[in-house]
């Protein structure tokens, strides 16, 4: 604390990697576990490893090397360490999913192998329960979780935790108190993001604030959850946000607005850019297409190896069935979408001829460069 006793504790080219996550001290405040990344370049967090140092002898022990980008390690009270990784060996293509270690790198034991979700992060509730947050369908859902493997939802009665889109998606946006309160920020469809409270993981959420109340009370569209069949039997959903005062008995303009990633996903959450093209009469379609983060491990992984053509049949599928609710303008159908999304779109305008017009951003059109 004096600061004249420094002491580097890792060198050459490896070194922490705060990309996929924070160091924590061990509770005895002796070592440190960290995510070690090989070298500099930006994708060798692909490479990556969780590593354990101790202070005094800067002996390392190696806990993890195996393929998935270890993230997010933590101490339990009993000194186990809980960390993520992508369960299929693909960051990103496979979903996330929690394992335990002890500071051996001994006895390694995937314990969310139940909650078939991407599970990224965690934050400790109890000496052995913590609380994990992941999309969920066209949600974000919280569950208490055990080392020993089991997981209870939350009931958060329709208000959607914000997760970020980041790697670290969780500690950002929740916490936990001494006796088991837990703050988080949230939205719903209709409210934009506020702070809240629960007394405890039984109580109903508490909103707190009021920072985006004027926003809240503007003249908004109704959202609701949309399901499908893909044409490969996978099931599918996405989020339609109507124009206000929308009628079924009226023609409108459709607009398809694709997320990013692929591994990101739409919920019901607030969605400023939505509301907005909804108050200029558009219906807003946003598919959660293979790839998408949200419905588990074989939906997420689908998109390898296959980066249009099945995320387009999803798209179209889903589609299809908005037109035959009857409301749909079919000579005024937009599609656009930013990164993957700007990928799809002009994957989409070059594959089928629904388009009254396209609008890309930051899209991927040559492969070769």
Not at 51 to 80: H, V
Not at 273 to 287: K, N, S, T, Y
């Amino acid at each position: 604390s004096e600061g004249n006793n420094e002491n580097q504790l890792t060198k050459g080219e490896s070194g922490f990697s705060n990309l996929l996550g924070n160091f924590e001290w061990s509770p005895d405040c002796k070592e440190i576990v960290f995510v070690q990344q090989p070298k500099p370049h930006s994708s060798e967090f692909l490479n990556s490893s969780l590593q354990l140092i101790n202070i005094e002898t800067e002996e390392i022990t190696l806990l993890d090397d195996g393929i998935g980008a270890p993230a997010e390690p933590s101490f339990s009270k009993n000194g186990s360490i809980l960390y993520s990784k992508a369960i299929g060996g693909k960051p990103g293509f496979n979903a996330y999913g929690l394992f335990v270690v002890n500071k051996k790198g001994e006895n390694i034991k995937f314990i969310s192998k139940n909650l078939d979700r991407n599970i990224v992060d965690h934050i400790w509730v109890s000496n052995n329960e913590f609380l994990v947050a992941a999309p969920d369908g066209t949600n974000v859902s919280l569950w208490r979780g055990t080392l020993s493997g089991t997981f209870e939802k939350l009931e958060t009665n329709n208000v959607i935790p914000s997760i970020g889109r980041t790697v670290k998606p969780l500690l950002n946006h929740l916490d936990v108190g001494p006796s088991g309160e837990i703050t988080f920020i949230g939205a719903t469809s209709q409210e934009a993001s506020e702070l809240y409270f629960m007394e405890d993981s039984q109580s109903p959420p508490e909103k707190i604030t009021s920072f985006n109340e004027s926003l809240s009370k503007l003249n908004l569209g109704k959202v609701e959850s949309i399901d499908w069949k893909s044409e490969d039997g996978f099931d599918a959903d996405g989020v339609i946000t109507y124009p206000p005062g929308f009628s079924m008995d009226k023609k409108y303009p459709l607009v398809l607005y694709i997320h990013g990633g692929p591994m990101g996903f739409s919920s019901q959450s607030f969605n400023f850019f939505a509301q907005a093209l909804a108050a200029e009469g558009w219906v807003v379609f946003e598919p959660n297409y293979r790839g998408s983060n949200n419905l588990g491990n074989a939906y997420q992984s689908a998109v390898i190896n296959d980066a249009g053509e099945g995320p387009g049949k999803d798209v179209m599928a889903g589609i299809d069935k908005i037109k035959k609710m009857g409301f749909v303008d079919e000579d005024k159908i937009a599609v656009s979408g930013w990164s993957y999304g700007g990928f799809m779109t002009v994957w989409l305008t070059s594959h089928y001829q629904d388009w009254k017009v396209a609008v890309a951003g930051a899209a991927v059109t040559d492969w070769f460069d």
